[in-house]
């Protein structure tokens, strides 16, 4: 059957137009609505009659009218919009683009949108038009944009964290997402997995009637190597999606110490507001106190936490109920944490309790940083070598991550002008700190990648790609398993157990091998898998 024309030669399809407010509701001085779709065309005409059509990539300043009525005053729209219009295929979406730039003003944009699918109905118009052109439904316009080949699924997710990125590192890593080869190194890791699939499905179906070059325990022996090496990439890829995750949402710093040894006060200088209440009485912060911190590009979680202390002790009054669970969730907050941040008194004795959550927080793998405070009240500089010393050998922090600062001289600083450039060296210990940010978010790049620019995309891989990427992991693990030579694992077995089991093994593995390719496909969405459209559609919500 031959397709209909309007008579702007536009032909008639069976796919809506769409179109959507872009812009942010709410009253602005510009709104830009989106139309994207066949009817763009007769959509312009509706709302600018006898108008010539807008040539393409060009703003035109058009008047907008209520369409389908005579225009004039009283069926004005919009006095003044700028109209663009983008010829498929080389748009965003991959089809006709129309956009308008209206006055900001809630009626204005009400008015628009109202009139927008009007104009679907002209007078004597074709039947059944009318339905074809409709608002847009939540990430509509990106899914055409990814039916159409215009982005691909690992773009489209950077392209959502672009649109909240709050801080200079989640910029960089999300615009880098939206420009990366990610898709592509999916798609050539699932290729080699068919290939070699390819390889074993061929030794089991023409093995009796072929003659192979090789022997299949050699010909398995081989893919298992190419199988290992590529294992080795996904690793690495997962460690650093790890990584990047710590960039899209932040990292969780906990600072932990004993009562008054100034942690509330260094949090207070490092996010530069009064964020916790600092008081000469032991036991003020009951609570994890947490405060989300913009530090040098870089997303943090402080949490400040009740001071660690044991009731009982010589000089130590009694340890309430609240005050318990406060050093309960303290010492939880601490083992959770990415980086710990121990504020030790220069003039007290480290606390036993403090030190042993360090210690276990030190051996699960967490960054340790050591704040001393308080070195205003140090009588010589070789107290503070006396104390890198034991800090040290108590928790093994390295040297260049403990740090001496003076809350004191920092908060006397903000009350009028000092000659230090630097007073109670906080901004020493935040540049440690952000070195520290620095070398857990960098890319970690394998030996047989020379190359850190090709790692640093894998940095923005999604925990919805880590996750895949792990469990295609585990499917080769399956697939080594099941080459494993059955001679060496099992001395004892004849030559014909043997065969039978490699065989067997052959299938097993044939079949790992497939499932490790269709989770690869799930994360580009290009698989013909049965739950990717599920899959699709939740990216594309987002």
């Known amino acids: 059957m031959r397709p209909r024309f309007l008579h702007n030669s536009q032909p008639i399809t069976d796919e809506p137009t769409i179109y959507a407010l872009s812009t942010a509701s709410g009253r602005a001085a510009i709104a830009v609505i989106r139309v994207s779709g066949p009817a763009c065309r007769r959509i312009y005409e509706g709302l600018c009659p006898s108008k010539p059509f807008p040539k393409p990539r060009y703003a035109t300043l058009r ?28 748009t965003v979406t991959g089809e006709d683009v129309l956009e308008l730039h209206v006055h900001g003003g809630p009626a204005i944009v009400r008015a628009v949108l109202t009139a927008i699918p009007q104009c679907a109905e002209p007078s004597g118009g074709v039947k059944g038009v009318a339905s074809s052109i409709r608002y847009a439904e939540p990430g509509e316009f990106t899914r055409r944009a990814f039916t159409n080949n215009r982005m691909d699924l690992p773009q489209i997710e950077s392209l959502g964290e672009t649109l909240s990125a709050t801080t200079e590192q989640q910029r960089m890593l999300s615009v880098r997402g939206t420009t990366s080869t990610l898709a592509a190194r999916y798609e050539q890791w ?37 199988i290992q090496s590529l294992s080795a990439l996904m690793e690495a890829h997962v460690a650093n999606a790890v990584r990047g995750e710590l960039l ?65 002790l010589v000089g130590v009054e009694a340890v309430g109920a609240v005050e318990q669970e406060g050093i309960k969730r303290a010492k939880q907050r601490s083992l959770q944490s990415d980086v710990l941040i121990v504020v030790q008194d220069a003039i007290a004795d480290v606390d036993l309790e403090v030190a042993e959550t360090a ?123 099941a080459v494993q030579d059955p001679s060496q694992a099992q001395p004892n077995l004849d030559a014909e157990t043997i065969n039978e089991v490699e065989s067997l093994d052959i299938v097993v593995a044939a079949e790992s091998l497939r499932l490790a390719a269709d989770t690869l496909a799930r994360i580009t969405g290009r698989g013909e898998g049965g739950d990717v459209e599920e899959v699709l559609g939740v990216v594309f919500e987002k």
């Open 63 to 90: 008047k907008l009218y209520a369409p389908n009525v005579p225009p004039s005053t009283s069926t004005l729209l919009d006095s003044g919009a700028l109209v663009l219009y983008f010829p498929a295929p080389n």
């Open 190 to 226: 699932r290729t080699l997995l068919l290939q070699a699939r390819g390889e074993l499905e061929a030794l089991i179906d023409f093995s009796e009637d072929q003659h192979f070059d090789e022997s299949p325990a050699a010909l398995c022996a081989s893919v298992a190597r190419q």
């Open 248 to 312: 899209r949402t932040g990292i969780s710093v906990a600072l932990l110490g004993a009562p008054n040894a100034g942690k509330s006060s260094l949090l207070n200088r490092i996010v530069g507001r009064d964020a916790a209440i600092v008081s000469q009485e032991a036991g003020t912060t009951r609570d994890v106190v947490e405060v989300g911190v913009d530090l040098g590009g870089w997303l943090v979680k402080m949490g400040d936490m009740a001071g660690l202390r044991k009731a009982g």
């Open 359 to 481: 210690k276990q927080c030190v051996d699960l793998g967490i960054n340790v940083v050591v704040a001393v405070n308080k070195t205003d009240q140090l009588e010589s500089a070789q107290q503070a070598d006396q104390w890198k010393v034991k800090v040290h050998d108590l928790l093994g922090v390295p040297a260049e991550r403990i740090f001496f600062v003076s809350c004191h001289e920092a908060e006397l600083a903000t009350r009028g002008a000092s000659p230090d450039p630097d007073p109670g060296r906080i901004q020493a210990f935040l540049h440690g700190l952000l070195e520290t940010f620095a070398e857990m978010t960098a890319a970690l790049v394998p030996e047989s990648e020379p190359d850190p620019s090709v790692w640093q995309e894998s940095l923005g891989a999604t925990e919805r790609q880590r996750a895949l990427l792990s469990e295609c992991l585990s499917h080769l693990e399956s697939f080594l398993n």
